[in-house]
């Protein structure tokens, strides 16, 4: 009787004790607060480097700064190239939910490439279309277009009598028309030319001390020099001389070391368009650009060392190399450098 009595206070003890463990939990989820349930689509705490607020604010940074860059340079082609990075960027987030490291990594790599190749191409076209040079550099206060080039081996001479040239390989002549509403004083220039997609910078050739016979050439087989008379149509003497009238048109040639090794029909096929930068007294910039081969039916006079040397070179003309002074060749003459 005693063992079932204590049995029964056991199992009565431990029904209680059940109890008010339950009681308690009870209790203890009435007092925990509330969980906010997540609705559908709600991201979660992204980490800093994926925080919208620092590369909104970093990506307004650098635009203002390439804006100004581009603008400074007037050729935002190069911005392309800053553009390939970000469109790489782009696909790793596109595809970074495959779940095999491998097909993710050759995805972005495949389309990386894909997009390195489409934007060079785009480079190409806009350089073939538009020189990379903005609308309102074309035609504004000066127009002009690059007639002719001739890739001939000429001479930029230095003192009276000669002692050292310049060795200059390009000759442009120029024509341009003053359209700024006033005479416009012309101290500088530089040429860029578009050959098979690339911009390539002329050298220009030295103008201090310039006079109309400083260019020309050496004849080895008379020994003799032979120069250019450019007082009508050499582009640094003519705009030392005189300014260029409101609304004058001018045809001159212009003087360059490209470094380019162009014949015959070379010239035309692989240059498509030339950069014109003109720079006044006051080193404001006037600028043109002119696609080549011209359209401008025009006859050019070039050299010929043979009727020069017989005397029966042709008349003066305005857009003609024309013939001038010709003295012996002096035997210290030689190749720059220039002295100071």
Same mark, same amino acid.
């Given at each position: ?10 199992? #009565? ?11 308690? @939990?009870?209790? @203890? ?31 307004? $940074? ?7 860059? %581009? ?21 790793? #987030? #596109? $595809? ?9 990594? @050759? ?5 990386? #490439?894909?997009?390195?190749? @489409? ?7 806009? %350089? /073939?279309?538009? %020189? ?12 002009? !277009?690059?007639? $002719? ?25 120029? /024509? ?15 040429? !860029? ?11 220009? *050739? ?7 016979? /400083? ?60 950069? $014109?930068?003109?720079?006044? /007294? *006051? ?29 029966? *070179? *042709? ?11 010709? !003295? ?6 030689? !190749? ?5």
């Amino acid at each position: 009787m005693r063992k079932r009595l204590c049995y029964a206070t056991l199992v #009565a003890t431990r029904e209680q004790r059940r109890k008010q463990q339950k009681e308690k @939990a009870r209790l @203890a989820a009435q007092l925990k607060p509330p969980q906010a349930i997540p609705e559908y689509g709600t991201p979660s705490e992204a980490p800093w480097y994926e925080s919208t607020l620092l590369w909104g604010a970093l990506g307004a $940074v650098l635009a203002i700064m390439l804006i100004v860059i %581009g603008a400074a340079t007037k050729d935002l082609r190069w911005l392309l190239s800053i553009a390939w990075p970000f469109a790489c960027v782009s696909v790793w #987030a #596109a $595809v970074k939910n495959i779940s095999s490291k491998r097909k993710r990594r @050759a995805v972005v790599a495949i389309a990386s #490439a894909l997009i390195a190749v @489409a934007l060079y191409q785009l480079h190409i076209f806009l %350089g /073939s279309q538009s %020189g990379g040079t903005p609308a309102q550099y074309t035609g504004r206060r000066v127009a002009g !277009e690059v007639v $002719v080039m001739f890739p001939w081996s000429i001479c930029r001479f230095y003192q009276n009598t000669p002692q050292y040239y310049q060795a200059l390989d390009t000759e442009l002549l120029v /024509s341009i028309t003053n359209r700024s509403g006033h005479d416009l004083y012309f101290r500088g220039h530089t040429v !860029e030319a578009l050959v098979d997609g690339t911009w390539i910078k002329f050298k220009n *050739a030295e103008d201090l001390g310039l006079d109309q016979f /400083s260019f020309g050439f050496i004849d080895r087989d008379y020994k003799v020099i032979r120069h250019f008379d450019l007082s009508a149509n050499g582009f640094d003497y003519v705009m030392q001389q005189r300014p260029l009238k409101n609304d004058e048109s001018l045809d001159a040639w212009m003087f360059f070391k490209s470094g380019l090794i162009l014949k015959g029909k070379d010239v035309d096929r692989r240059i498509k368009q030339f950069k $014109v930068f003109l720079y006044d /007294s *006051a080193e404001d910039e006037y600028a043109f650009t002119s696609t080549y081969p011209t359209r401008r039916s025009t006859t050019i006079v070039i050299p010929n060392p043979d009727l020069w040397r017989t005397g029966q *070179a *042709a008349p003066l003309c305005s857009q003609c190399l024309n013939m001038g002074p010709v !003295e012996p060749l002096p035997p210290n003459l030689q !190749e720059e450098p220039v002295p100071k």
